[in-house]
């Protein structure tokens, strides 16, 4: 039953995205907007982390409980949560439309730069936070939800012009 809520889930978030991104004139890219989250990769771990739990911690069990449910290959929450990190940090870098794709760590000392997002991109991101938003919530909670995570949020300064400026100009002025 859990597979069929997280499929659910992913077809209606897609399909919010796609009507956003036609909208915008993406429609390809609505199209296969989250598609590596059908990937196992991304599935499973995804689905153990938000529809299987809950699942016990290996730090709160001992001895024979701990034997018994490693035999019945029961999954620990450490696990799931190690899993589910991997499967997100998998897909940011594999989708574009995430900003964290767009952060580019040097390889030595603590460097970090941060690349301009290309409109279309922009675009994608804006309509995959409407998409959560009425796929989890039955509405779009966009504006409210920047204005709350905007400082958490790393863009380059001409990227955040276009995401406030795009926001803003589909809800209200900052």
Known sequence: M???KYLKYILKHKWFVFVECCKRGHPIL????????????????????FYGGPHPKLSETFGDKRN????HNVKFQEEVDIDFDLAWLYH??????????????EDYGKEVKVLEMPIKYIDEMISD?????KAIYGKDNTLKWYKKNKDHIIL?????????????AENERF
Not at 94 to 105: A, F, G, M, T, V
Not at 156 to 168: A, M
Request: glycine share 6%; charged share 20%; hydrophobic share 35%.
């Open 156 to 168: 380059h300064p001409t990227t955040r012009k276009w995401v406030e400026y795009k926001i803003g």
């Open 30 to 49: 609505g199209l296969f907007h989250d598609i590596s989250k059908l990937l196992p990769s991304e599935f499973f771990p995804y689905l153990e982390y």
């Open 92 to 105: 940011q870098h594999k989708n574009p439309h995430h900003w964290q794709y767009w952060i580019l760590r």
């Open 129 to 133: 936070w409407i998409g959560a938003g």
């Open 2 to 4: 859990k597979y069929f």
């Open 68 to 71: 018994e449910l490693l035999i």
